[in-house]
């Protein structure tokens, strides 16, 4: 089997090393900052690297004989449009061509806020009414993606991550998380989170793709939520790091996230439909050492002075 995953980044990490078991696993990405060089050398015996552009190189030659095709690319900031878009506008295209599996990965929000419960819409993308431009464009890059593969023929599923974490996150929210237990001082903050760890992401991956649904959308998600503190604790004892827990008010706590984060907040306290996931790989719990592995993970980058993407 050969399998293409698009994008460098953590989850794409994960992605790659769990599906290196299945068969060829071929990654692209478009350039190589000092923490993509680290995750290239975790792929080292995994995965083969091709360096590409998907908006002006020939996705064709790269899709081309691939059996599966996983989009991890997104973002937070930048040209959201063309990230979340046009992106999976030529990678649906290309898989369309060659026949392959796609399985695109997207966010939880994609509709926007919908309430302390959230479930699938009935019908895809049914009732969405995002409130910023990351929420619209991902809600625009689905319907590329339901609507091309549909017409296609091919297999395919849409992932909605909520909070993804694992051993080799680095973006700015975990990078202030670990700051914050390697001090010692954690703020508990009256907030919980959806989230799902990017190991078990990659399981699901794996599955869909042996799998080969027809136009299936999902949240992926752990049953029940966690403490947003409850990650900075494990960070703690993972560095060996006595605790001083510090009482602070939420709006405090939002105000030291990065910016392109913060506009998640409102989605704290949210919980998510966890059935679908939990009927593809068993049942799903909080990863604890998955947290504890990323502090370390952290200290190693760290000591190497590489910063986050």
């Known amino acids: 089997m050969r399998i293409i995953v698009f994008g460098l980044g953590f989850i794409a990490t994960h992605l790659a090393i769990e599906l290196s078991s299945m068969g060829e696993v071929l990654v692209t990405y478009r350039n190589l900052t000092p923490l993509k060089r680290e995750y290239a050398s975790l ?22 004989g691939a059996d599966a095709v996983v989009n991890a690319i997104g973002a937070l900031s930048g040209d959201l449009r063309a990230t979340h878009i046009e992106v999976p506008k030529l990678i649906t295209r290309a898989a369309v061509k060659a026949g392959a599996t796609l399985i695109h990965i997207s966010a939880s929000n994609v509709l926007g806020p919908r309430g302390s419960f959230v479930t699938e819409e009935e019908k895809h993308c049914e009732g969405a009414a995002p409130s910023n431009e990351y929420e619209y464009t991902k809600c625009e890059g689905e319907k590329v993606v339901y609507g091309e593969a549909m017409k296609g023929g091919i297999p395919f599923a849409i992932i909605r991550p909520t909070l993804v974490y694992g051993e080799y996150a680095a973006h700015g929210e975990w990078l202030l998380m670990y700051k914050a237990a390697k001090l010692g001082i954690i703020p508990k903050v009256r907030l919980s989170v959806s989230s799902i760890s990017a190991a078990s992401l990659a399981r699901m991956v794996r599955e869909l793709i042996r799998v080969k649904p027809h136009g299936l959308y999902m949240y992926a998600t752990e049953c029940g939520q966690v403490p947003i503190y409850r990650f900075m604790e494990i960070m703690s004892a993972a560095l060996m790091r006595r605790v001083i827990k510090v009482p602070t008010p939420s709006f405090l706590a939002m105000l030291a996230l990065p910016s392109s984060v913060r506009q998640l907040a409102k989605y704290a306290g949210v919980s998510y439909d966890c059935s679908k996931s939990r009927e593809l790989i068993g049942e799903l719990t909080f990863d604890e050492e998955q947290v504890r592995r990323n502090a370390l993970f952290l200290k190693r980058l760290e000591e190497l002075r590489i910063s986050g993407p």
């Open 43 to 64: 792929l080292r015996n995994k995965a083969e690297l091709v360096k590409i552009d998907p908006l002006t190189n020939d996705l064709g030659n790269i899709i081309n």
